[in-house]
């Protein structure tokens, strides 16, 4: 196992635990994230199991210099990251809100938040 995976995995499972998905009207101030990407962002790939979408994904990329938080939700208006925290050294409290009003789209596709 390369140390890029060995970090993906630690982080992985670290955030998948403690991300708080807390819906609380619209975002304020906008997206905390440096960039958003519809789907998986480029250069990142998914384990089977982590593509299923049943828990936040987390990857450390560039030497831990940017940090990749994929969500599965409407593609149309998925949640926009308002706030994060990190209350211990093994934990990251990421904070959601949905986007302005608009009509969302059904279906249940990634979205990649990326922060630097």
Known sequence: MNPWHRRRLAATVTLAAAVALVLTGCAPGGSIATETVRGVAPGITLTETEGLGEQ?????????ATLTVITWGSSGCPGVPTSLTVPSPETLDLRFAPPTDQACTADFAPTSHVFN
Not at 56 to 64: K, N, S
């Open 56 to 64: 936040p994904v987390a990857v450390w990329t560039d030497d831990r």
